[in-house]
């Protein structure tokens, strides 16, 4: 894709995004764009208020493609304002949080260098979105008993420790953990459930658990729905080892299915989390905005 009439490249990143990595290179980054004859704008991250202020204003006829740099939350909040305002430019990552579960869904490189020839190159993938109530998620949302573990890992922590920050505070967790009534209406059947925790999936990893939905397919048109069911609490380690192995959707205590429409009903008071933050209050209803975003990938 060569630069012409739409000369411009939206780059929208946050500089707290893992330890600053993304803002060290941003000088980097601009001058690449602008190599390839691209006009950079970037918009610094803040809340999503600037993105949905930015994207109400632009002219995307102006555009080439959007640049984010950032975590899962920063490319949550840059395509929910891309769906709000119906913006169709093409979406480079270049991943800068501590899971990044989306970015490692297409195998995306972690080097500056070539992740910049991957954004400003032309070979794209398809990818679904998911959609809650009014909100949309890239890669999971996530109900129960351990939502607030991304919540409560303190900023600090994650950006020393990584993903072993998310595991250590899973854990702590555990001792505390009570079952929730919930029900599951699908367009082919309803679920009546007692579940410990429970993600909506579109990718296939959350929170740095690499395989927590090892069928995943991005671009299939259908959410990944995974419960964690009432179980004695003995088990839950060793069900925990399973889901570091990808192994967990066959257990007798994981309920696993597909599903293109999803609504989930509960007396309980339940935390909800979507792509890493705060989510919507319950009942919740789910569906599938097939292939609506278009990620640029490594060309094999």
């Known amino acids: 894709m060569s630069a012409g009439a739409n000369n411009k490249i939206l780059i929208y990143y946050n500089p707290y995004s893992g330890s600053g990595v993304f803002k060290n290179n941003l000088d980097y980054i601009i001058g690449r764009c602008q190599d390839a004859g691209y006009q950079a704008v970037p918009i610094r991250a803040s809340k999503g208020k600037v993105i949905d202020r930015t994207f109400a204003e632009i002219n995307q006829e102006e555009y080439s493609r959007i640049i984010v740099g950032g ?7 840059c395509v929910n304002a891309m769906i709000k305002h119906d913006i169709n430019l093409p979406l480079a990552i270049l ?16 080097d500056i260098k070539e992740l910049m020839d991957i954004a ?5 993938s398809p990818a679904d979105v998911g959609k809650v109530n009014d909100k949309v998620f890239i890669n999971v949302a996530a109900m129960g ?20 920050a998310y595991y250590l505070t899973a854990m702590s967790e555990l001792p505390q953990i009570r079952p929730l009534a919930v029900k599951l209406t699908t367009p082919d059947a309803v679920y009546e459930e007692e579940i410990y925790f429970m993600v909506v999936m579109n990718g296939e990893s959350a929170g740095g658990f690499r395989k927590l939905n090892p069928e995943s397919s991005i ?3 259908k959410l990944d729905v995974i419960a964690f069911l009432k179980m004695p609490i003995v088990e839950l380690a060793p069900l925990l080892i399973e889901v570091l192995r990808g192994r967990h959707p066959k257990n007798k205590h994981v309920l696993y299915f597909q599903t293109d ?18 989510g919507e209050k319950l009942p919740l209803h789910f569906s599938v905005l097939h292939n609506r975003l278009s990620i640029f990938v490594k060309g094999d």
Not at 71 to 77: E, F, M, P, R
Not at 272 to 277: A, L, P, Q, S, Y
């Open 120 to 124: 400003l190159g032309d070979v794209t």
């Open 145 to 164: 008993a351990l939502v607030d573990v991304s919540q409560k890992t303190d900023p600090n922590l994650k950006n020393s420790l990584g993903i072993v």
């Open 261 to 278: 429409k999803l609504t989930m009903e509960s007396n309980a008071d339940i935390g909800t989390d979507i792509d890493g933050e705060h």
């Open 95 to 110: 991943p800068s949080g501590t899971a990044n579960d989306f970015a490692y869904y297409f195998g995306l490189p972690s």
């Open 71 to 77: 975590g899962d939350g920063t490319v949550n909040l």
């Open 219 to 221: 671009n299939d048109g």
